[in-house]
Nanobody, 126 residues
Framework: QVQLVESGGGLVQAGGSLRLSCAAS????????MGWFRQAPGKEREFVSA????????YYADSVSGRFTISRDNAKNMVYLEMNSLKPEDTAVYFC???????????????????WGQGTQVTVSS
């Protein structure tokens, strides 16, 4: 099992930036992918971004591509989400998730990730 703790959320004006962090601990060696998902009130959880744990890779939802950047620091067991040009529609609780044996086809699907953090609130004001 992997424990995940997100941080870095907050209130920001439209056009601003935030950097989310996710600290992983526990069974790190089981991880093959880390993802960021978000859930706004009354909406389903949606994919934001993902990366392979030991390969250079990055996946983005169309809605954030060009504005968000995912990165990781394996030495520190950390994953980051740099969010720029934030929009009010980016307002949501952002979750970090870990998965093992996740394929290319599944990396954007929340159900394939087995461990989740508690989430961090991001609010973008207009």
């Amino acid at each position: 099992q992997v424990q995940l703790v997100e941080s870095g959320g907050g209130l920001v004006q439209a056009g601003g930036s935030l950097r989310l962090s996710c600290a992983a601990s526990g069974d790190i060696f089981s991880i093959n992918a880390m993802g960021w998902f978000r859930q706004a009130p009354g909406k389903e959880r949606e994919f934001v971004s993902a990366t392979r744990w030991t390969e250079a890779s990055a996946y983005y939802a169309d809605s954030v591509s060009g504005r968000f950047t995912i990165s990781r620091d394996n030495a520190k067991n950390m994953v980051y989400l740099e969010m720029n040009s934030l929009k009010p529609e980016d307002t949501a609780v952002y979750f970090c998730a870990a998965g093992s044996k996740i394929t290319e086809a599944a990396i954007r699907i929340a159900g394939y990730y087995y461990d989740w953090g508690q989430g961090t609130q991001v609010t973008v004001s207009s």
